[in-house]
């Protein structure tokens, strides 16, 4: 087990409780080597941090912002599952960002997801990642994060 | 090998013969212990159900069922590649929702295929999900669902 | 290992250089028997090709070559990580399309990439594959596309 809770306390990373969705799906699920989170938005202590579209409601600082939060609860879904200590690499990460016309820097609102991955996981948090920009998200969140993670056997 | 044949049959649920898609593509794909499938679309014996924006053309409760159909075609790939009893786990699931504007009820939307989820498999079907609003689907679908499931080695 | 790079100089097909994306991610990630690959552009020597929305600034014969670029750029990240004739079969393809209001094209958009994927690996190049339309992809590309890939142990 790498020791991903003691880097976490010395970033001065919290990983909060995650919500757990209504309904016939969970936060994550485990198969073999590897944990699925669900599509996280970026809540704080049950509320939505900067809902409306990126370019329009929603500046790409927030954005940025929002996408670090987004990444944030789905480590903390990977941990209530699995426990963070497990985290071999972060494989993928897949990014919505609800997009006004004409917005088209979904990658530096991901960066705010992706830097979080690299600061707690060094070189065990670079991964593969696909950025897209989306008509409308879940109650008007700007961003949705998905992650795959490989963890101990 | 877990009967969910008998389960399908005392729910009264028929798995449809998958459409084959025109190309080099197919409806699912086996790899290892998993099987992805190709984003499916609500056809009932050919024809595309509920067609349009969500929000807009298409109802809240006639895109529901429509994901449910989705689901349904996508267990119907499944099942025509291994066999439906294979089935160990449904991994994840991944919905596109046709939205109209101002559209962000995606989660109820994909219940509809989440619950059907449920319905079948119990606590195998209980899976990691993204719902996610997007702008066109293919032939004007309202909801395009694909899944990942764990099958037996 | 399969010849695939003589099969490769036969059809005349030359992988390019992949660019290197900027911060915490990069273009291709293996876990286990797997590669991932981030969303690839159309990007020909760095610039970026038929920029804009499908069915408005781009015709759907632009945009399925520029599907084919990105799926070349896509196995490009896959033979710098671990070479193509590693590659056992093309699982997945996921690509979205920028889409102008009332595009339902995506599928034949998407041929591009999965046309190039059956050229290459025959059988071994058949996939499960989702299509969809989105609102606005990173820097106004047209198409981006993603592959999973299944490669020797």
Same mark, same amino acid.
């Given at each position: ?9 010395? $970033? ?15 936060? @994550? ?10 599509? /996280? ?20 600082? /927030? ?6 939060? @987004? ?11 699995? %426990? ?16 006004? @016309? ?11 997801? #992706?830097? $979080?991955?690299?600061?707690?996981? %060094? ?17 008007? #969140? ?9 963890? /101990?056997?």
């Amino acid at each position: 087990m790498t020791a991903w809770t003691t880097r976490l306390d010395s $970033l001065g990373i919290v990983l909060p409780t995650p919500a757990k969705p209504v309904g016939a799906y969970v936060p @994550a699920v485990r198969t073999g080597s590897y944990v699925y989170t669900s599509g /996280q938005l970026p809540f704080v202590e049950g509320r939505l941090t900067a809902p409306g579209k990126v370019g329009d409601d929603v500046t790409l600082e /927030q954005a940025n912002a929002a996408a670090r939060l @987004a990444g944030l609860n789905a480590l903390a879904a990977v941990h209530d599952l699995v %426990g963070i200590d497990s985290v071999v690499r972060i494989v993928k990460v897949v990014g919505f960002v609800a997009s006004a @016309a004409g917005f088209t820097e979904q990658p530096r609102v991901l960066n705010g997801a #992706s830097e $979080l991955m690299g600061e707690i996981f %060094g070189e065990a948090g670079v991964h593969a990642r696909s950025a897209v920009g989306v008509a409308e998200l879940p109650l008007g #969140s700007s961003v949705e994060v998905e992650i795959i993670v490989e963890v /101990q056997g």
